[in-house]
C-alpha cells in the first residue's frame, strides 16, 4: 500500500513574511499544495483569513507549539470528524467587543453547524503586553498567565471542550508606525508573536488545539494593500479559526493507533530565510524533502545552508508545488534539464 503523501507547510508568525505574513493570504498556497497532496499540515497564522477561510478535508489545523511538538517526534496528530470548541475571553475585553465576538461565534453554531460549549471569562484581566525583537520580529508577555490557565482548564474538563479558541485584549495603538507599515505592506504583524505567546501556553500546558485569533475592529481608512485586506471587513477573526478548530486533529502519544507523526512527513515547505525554527530543526533531522522558497521574504535571513539543513532552494511557490508534483509522481527533477548527464562508473 502506498504511503500517504504528507506536506508540512510553514510560515511562521510575526517574522515579517512577505507572503503569509497577513490575514490569510497564505491560504491560496495551501488549497493549491492540498490538491497534490493527501495530507497538508499547517497551522493558524496559513489558513487564518478573519471573516474568510476556505474548508478542505485533508488540511491539518495544527497551532504553532504543537506542530514543534509534533516535528520533534514528541506528539502525534490524531484527525478527527469534529471537535467541541471552547471561547475563552480576556477579562479586559470591552462589553460590546465581548458581544460581536459572541454574535459571530452563534453564528458559527447557526450557519455553518459548528459544536461550541458555554464561555468561560479570565478571572484577571491578562495583560497582553507588545514587544520587538532586535530583528524586527513581534512578541509579547503577559502579566496573568495563571488566569489564562485557569480558565482553560475549567474550559477542558467542565465543558468538556476539545479545543480552545482565546481571545485576549490587546494594547490599542491605532497610529503606531508600526501598524501603519503592517497596514501598508512593509511591515510585521505587531500582534502575531503576542498571539503566539499565549496560544504556545496553554497547548504546553493542556495538549489541545488552541489559536489566539485576535479582536479586529473595523477601520474607518480605506486600505489599498490586498494581503492586509481581511483584516479589516470584520471584528473578530473568530469566523477562520473557530471553522479551523472544528476538525484540527487532536494531539495523542507518538505511535497511537490512527495518529500521523513525524516520520510520516514526506515534504517540508518553509521560506528560505526561516530556516531556523524548532519544527524545521527537527523535521531536517529525518531527511524528507524540504523545499526553501527564496521569494517569500522575511526579517530572520536564516538560510538552510549555514545550518547543514539539505534543501531545494526555489524562487517561488509555484516552483514548489512543482517540485512537490515530481517528488509525490517519484519524477527526478534532474530529468527536465535538457543536459542530463549519463551515468558513470563507480571509482
Known sequence: MKRPYTTVLIIPTGIGASIGGYAGDGLPIARAM??????????????????????????????????????????????????????????????????????AADATR????????????????????????????????????????????KLKAIAGAEAIAIVARFPDDPDSLTLHQYRHGIGVDPLAGAEAVISHLLVRNLQIPAPTP?????????????????????????????????RAPRLSTPGAAGSIGAEDVSALVIPSSACGSPAVLSLSARDPLIIAVDNNQTRMKVYPEPLGIKAIRVNSYIEALGILVSDRAGVNIDVYEPDLSPLRPLS
Open 214 to 246: 485576535p479582536p479586529s475592529p473595523a477601520t474607518s481608512r480605506p486600505q489599498h494593500f490586498p494581503s492586509h485586506a481581511a483584516e479589516e471587513i470584520g471584528y473578530t477573526f473568530l469566523p477562520c479559526a473557530l471553522a479551523g478548530l472544528s
Open 110 to 153: 447557526a450557519t455553518l453547524g459548528l459544536s461550541l460549549t458555554d464561555y468561560v471569562i479570565t478571572d484577571a484581566e491578562l495583560g497582553i503586553e507588545l514587544r520587538r525583537s532586535d530583528s524586527g520580529a513581534s512578541w509579547g508577555t503577559i502579566k496573568a498567565p495563571g488566569a489564562l490557565l485557569r480558565a482553560g482548564e
Open 34 to 103: 492540498s490538491q497534490i497532496s493527501d495530507r497538508l499540515i499547517t497551522h493558524p497564522n496559513v489558513l487564518n483569513g478573519a471573516a474568510l477561510y476556505w474548508p478542505m478535508d485533508n488540511v491539518y489545523y495544527v497551532e504553532g507549539y504543537a506542530l514543534d511538538r509534533f516535528c520533534r517526534g514528541d506528539w502525534g496528530l490524531q484527525p478527527v470528524h469534529h471537535n467541541r470548541i471552547g471561547l475563552l475571553f480576556d477579562k479586559a475585553i470591552e462589553p460590546d467587543l465581548l458581544a460581536r465576538h459572541l454574535q
